[in-house]
Antibody, heavy 118, light 113 residues
Framework: QVQLQESGPGLVKPSETLSLICTVSGGSISYYYWTWIRQPAGEGLEWIGRISTSGTTDYNPSLESRVTISADMSKNQFSLKLNSVTAADTAVYFC????????????WGQGSLVTVSP | DIVMTQSPDSLAVSLGERATINCKSSQSVLYSSNNKNYLTWYQQKPGQPPKVLIYWASTRESGVPDRFSGSGSGTDFTLTISSLQAEDVAVYYCQQFYSTPSTFGQGTKLEIK
């Protein structure tokens, strides 16, 4: 079955760039939307953005100036880059698959905790 | 952005009793072209990612127990657990897919009374 797994540094310094990769195993990255969501400890969920398999991206306007989501079809991976991070970006970052009709997120990774600290 | 507001923030229900969680959107999430509400409900347990329960406001995801049901249209939606089980203790979120950015409600924490 299809599984998603986030990977990347767990600690990032303020003002630097947070980089995460989501590896999709057991299935193709085609025909879906690939999404990043984050959740600060003890708080709710925030949608960061998505990429379609045609390469079209949509970002949360609150983060748009700092975010880039890209995909590598040959590696069955998609990635998140968030630059100029501050402590407010400390959160668990989830990657997830959106249905082709974009009506729900049907598969999620387990999440990756990223802490922003000197 | 569409603002999603859930009520209550927390809820304590006795085992076997009914639990009801509400979600209100700041604008309609009903697509007139297909008459579907782009509203999804998730359950999140500690240390786990969210799990989809209901999509299109009332369609139960495969494998989800039938004690979970969703209703509503336009801007007002409800998630109902007909007979609360111990394993239903979790935080529940609604999410709209009508427009980007997709937005979540703030969550409702469900506990056993």
């Amino acid at each position: 079955q299809v599984q998603l797994q986030e990977s990347g540094p767990g600690l990032v310094k303020p003002s630097e760039t947070l980089s995460l990769i989501c590896t999709v195993s057991g299935g193709s990255i085609s025909y879906y939307y690939w999404t990043w969501i984050r959740q600060p400890a003890g708080e709710g969920l925030e949608w960061i953005g998505r990429i379609s398999t045609s390469g079209t991206t949509d970002y949360n306007p609150s983060l748009e100036s700092r975010v880039t989501i890209s995909a590598d079809m040959s590696k069955n991976q998609f990635s998140l880059k968030l630059n100029s991070v501050t402590a407010a970006d400390t959160a668990v970052y989830f990657c997830a698959r959106g249905t082709s009709g974009w009506h729900y997120l049907d598969l999620w990774g387990q999440g990756s905790l990223v802490t922003v600290s000197p | 952005d569409i603002v999603m507001t859930q009520s209550p923030d927390s809820l304590a229900v006795s085992l076997g009793e009914r639990a009801t969680i509400n979600c209100k959107s700041s604008q309609s999430v009903l697509y007139s072209s297909n008459n579907k509400n782009y509203l999804t409900w998730y359950q999140q347990k500690p240390g786990q990612p969210p799990k989809v329960l209901i999509y299109w406001a009332s369609t139960r995801e495969s494998g989800v127990p039938d004690r979970f049901s969703g209703s509503g249209s336009g801007t007002d939606f409800t998630l109902t657990i007909s007979s609360l089980q111990a394993e239903d203790v979790a935080v529940y979120y609604c999410q709209q897919f009508y427009s980007t950015p997709s937005t979540f409600g703030q969550g409702t924490k469900l506990e056993i009374k």
